[in-house]
């Protein structure tokens, strides 16, 4: 089930991001040097996707060297601090090392990739040292969704890529990981997701930003509105 609303929160973010003219394209890929976080609903996405294509191997090679990265920060975290009126800003988190999943400037898991890759994104092309470029609303919409997907998977582990698929390769059966790690080293580098403490939204955002939770929130999964199912009701 909570692969199934991850899903429609992906396609619907997808298509609402159609109407961005973006300088992105094959081959470019800056962007994939940064903290990837993620949660672990995301990451059994991200799993199952190596499982079905049989790479589990070359996975394992890929866990063989881990970030040495503690995240601060989970984003409901950072929304309930804004919230209340705290000063606190977001880690944005840039790694010395290009994604491990990088080939050939090709994502190698791009259909599974997590939502914080799928906001890479800019109006103009990134170099190094030039940052990404998107409207605010475009902006709003990734941190919104960030909560949604974050509360979806509420109480479990959230933290860098790599360490959440460490965390579920390790517990996986018939997966023979090369290099063990300190498993509880590791859950102690990651944070733990947070129901959603109420959501950013800026006045002038608000206008392209709502239609899409609306959205989002009215989409039917098993019979049953993605709003009510994250409500418990
Ligand atoms: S976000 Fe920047 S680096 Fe990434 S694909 Fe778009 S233009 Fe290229
Ligand atoms: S998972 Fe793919 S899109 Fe995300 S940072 Fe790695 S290579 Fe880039």
């Known amino acids: 089930m909570k692969q199934q609303i991850l899903q429609k929160i992906f396609d619907?973010?997808?298509?609402?991001?159609?109407?961005?003219?973006?300088?992105?394209?094959?081959?470019?890929?800056?962007?994939?040097?940064?903290?990837?976080?993620?949660?672990?609903?995301?990451?059994?996405?991200?799993?199952?996707?190596?499982?079905?294509?049989?790479?589990?191997?070359?996975?394992?090679?890929k866990l063989e060297l881990l970030p040495d990265t503690k995240v601060q920060q989970t984003t409901n975290e950072f929304a309930k601090a804004c919230l209340?009126?705290?000063?606190?800003?977001?880690?944005?988190g840039t790694f010395d090392a290009v994604c491990p999943f990088l080939e050939n400037k090709l994502c190698a898991v791009y259909p599974a990739r997590p939502f914080a890759c799928r906001c890479f994104a800019s109006t103009i092309t990134c170099s190094q040292g030039q940052s990404a470029l998107l409207p605010t609303s475009?902006?709003?919409?990734?941190?919104?969704?960030?909560?949604?997907?974050e509360h979806l998977d509420q109480f479990n582990p959230w933290g860098n890529m790599l360490h959440i698929l460490?965390?579920?390769?390790?517990?996986?059966?018939g997966l023979h990981l090369r290099s063990k790690h300190d498993r509880s080293a590791i859950r102690d580098s990651c944070l733990t997701a947070q129901p959603l403490p109420g959501f950013l939204i800026g006045e002038e955002e608000a206008e392209i930003v709502v239609p899409l939770i609306e959205t989002i929130f009215q989409t039917l999964v098993k019979g049953r509105t993605?709003?009510?199912?994250?409500?418990?009701?």
């Open 226 to 233: 993605i709003e009510d199912i994250l409500n418990n009701r």
């Open 12 to 61: 619907h973010f997808d298509d609402w991001s159609q109407q961005f003219s973006v300088a992105c394209g094959k081959g470019c890929a800056v962007c994939c040097t940064q903290n990837v976080t993620m949660t672990t609903v995301e990451g059994a996405l991200l799993f199952n996707f190596i499982k079905e294509n049989k790479k589990e191997s070359w996975l394992s090679e």
């Open 166 to 173: 460490y965390l579920l390769a390790d517990e996986s059966e």
């Open 138 to 149: 475009h902006l709003s919409a990734a941190t919104t969704l960030s909560q949604i997907i």
């Open 84 to 92: 209340s009126g705290e000063e606190t800003e977001i880690a944005e």
